[in-house]
DNA sequence: TCTGGGGTCCTAGGACCC
DNA sequence: TCTGGGGTCCTAGGACCC
């Protein structure tokens, strides 16, 4: 049997840990640039405070009702994952943990709960909250795609269910499935949701656990819609995956505060970016061999619909793989000229790392010289020290220092746990 | 009028996830 | 005036190979 555990709200549990008067309030967390809501307590959904959506169309709502909001807090929220994983690490054993996002664990459970399922979810649930002050919804059944159903419906009736739902008959799993619409089916986003329902007359989890494979290669994108079938009906595919896999892109983006003229500016953001890019490539242990950039011109035309106009991308293929910071701002910059148009408004950039390796099997170049093993060190020793300091306290000169371009962030909380000078105080 | 039957590799784009 | 920022996998189609 598997389990998805999944933090309740956990931005908003986040800042309520240090906040506690904030407990049975109203709380939202929004996007970097303060731009939408990410994250919302229950109390703020009760409100109707939409999700994903943009901050300005909500303030009124927000204003009207108090509610707490707060600017996203990464330091915050990354060190909190972590002692919820490291918790269910030593519950259940390490080999035994899928971390799968920020916020959302799978867990095998074939060794923990030979038992009863109910009272191991109980007990997984009750050991993170004491452990970490935050609360956790458990969902547990045959595969992976059930687990989630489970864990929704642990989610929506969080009194009655104490937060765990187990589905480990035929009877409970199809009252499950017919309980559930078929848009909140874990791999059924809206597009196929729309589609199901008008052309296919699919409506709960239920009418589509009873189309065949045939029909789901069909209908719903091929391998990736047989797995889905086959794991509605109790037949597990999606094992669980080892973790620690190098991830094969590596990506940083950012809206800018403000609109953006000046290509010094734009070039600053985008070296910026290569370094961010670059030491979460060290931090892996990999090199890229193709780096692109990305800009996103301000929409000119009052057309909502397009908000974001067109992405105009290029890239290059290095000579030689590398994960050294100033071989990745230069190609990075020189693609910025390459980009960029005078007199347009940008309000968007982007460096995206690709074509990783392994940075100990890099494949040598004939035309390029071998590299110093200097650099790697230079590296290290930047990293440690940004790393143990605050931000970016050694950078690249390209990086720029007056940052015209940095993004919002009115409303953050101090970074309680990571941050000495922020270190929450009891007086 | 007829016009093989496999492969591989690459890229762009579309769908999904949190 | 104001709408994150990451990632994944899959498919189709083109170029090229024998």
């Known amino acids: 049997m598997k389990a998805i555990v999944d933090c309740n709200s956990f931005y908003c549990s986040c800042e309520r840990l240090f906040q ?12 970097n640039n303060d731009g939408c809501i990410i994250s919302r307590s229950d109390e703020a959904k009760a409100f109707g405070v939409q999700m994903a959506g943009p901050y300005f169309l ?28 490291e918790t269910l690490r030593m519950l259940v054993g390490k080999e035994n943990v899928e971390v799968y996002s920020v916020d959302e664990a799978f867990l095998n459970l074939d060794e923990f709960a030979k038992g009863d399922l109910q009272e191991a979810g109980l ?50 799993i199809d009252s499950a499935l017919q309980d559930t619409p078929i848009g909140e089916v874990w791999g059924v986003g809206r597009q196929y949701a729309e589609k199901l329902r008008e052309l296919n007359a699919v409506f709960t989890a239920f009418d589509l656990s009873k189309k065949t494979g045939e029909w789901a290669h069909k209908n719903l994108g091929g391998v990736v819609g047989i797995r889905l079938v086959k794991e509605l009906k109790g037949e597990p595919v999606n094992e669980m995956e080892e973790q620690l896999t190098a991830k094969k892109m590596i990506a940083t983006t950012r809206m800018f505060g403000k609109p953006v003229k000046d290509i010094n500016d734009i070039k600053e953001a985008v070296a910026t970016y290569a370094s961010r890019a670059a030491e979460k490539l060290r931090r892996q242990g990999s090199a890229a061999n193709i780096i692109s950039v990305f800009v996103v011109p301000k ?19 290095l000579p030689i793989a590398t994960s050294s910071t100033n071989e990745l701002i ?40 071998e590299r110093d093993n200097g650099k790697r060190l230079l590296m290290n020793m930047i990293d440690n020290i940004n790393f143990s300091q605050r931000d970016d306290v050694l950078k690249f000169a390209a990086s720029g220092t007056k940052r015209n371009w940095k993004m919002r962030m009115e409303m953050r909380s101090p970074r309680y746990t990571s941050r000495w000078e922020e270190l929450f105080e009891v007086h």
């Open 20 to 31: 506690p008067h904030l407990d049975n309030k109203p709380v939202v967390v929004l996007s």
């Open 58 to 85: 909500a303030k009124p709502l927000i204003e009207k009702h108090n509610v707490a909001t707060f600017s996203s807090n990464y330091n915050l929220y990354g060190d909190l994952s972590w002692r919820v994983m």
């Open 123 to 172: 007990r997984i649930r009750e050991t993170v909250e004491e452990w970490t002050g935050i609360k956790v919804s458990v969902g547990i059944a045959p595969t992976k795609v059930l687990s989630k159903v489970a864990n929704h419906l642990a989610k929506k009736k969080k009194i009655e269910t104490q937060c765990v739902v187990v589905l480990d008959t035929k009877e409970k």
């Open 299 to 317: 929409e000119q035309s009052h057309n909502t619909y397009f908000r974001h106009g067109p992405t105009i991308s290029s890239y290059v293929t």
């Open 330 to 369: 230069k190609p990075a910059v020189q693609l910025v000229d390459k980009l960029y148009e005078h007199g347009r408004l940008y309000k968007k950039a982007g460096v995206m790392l690709s074509g990783l390796v392994s940075d100990t099997t890099i494949q040598g170049n004939l035309f390029v010289a």
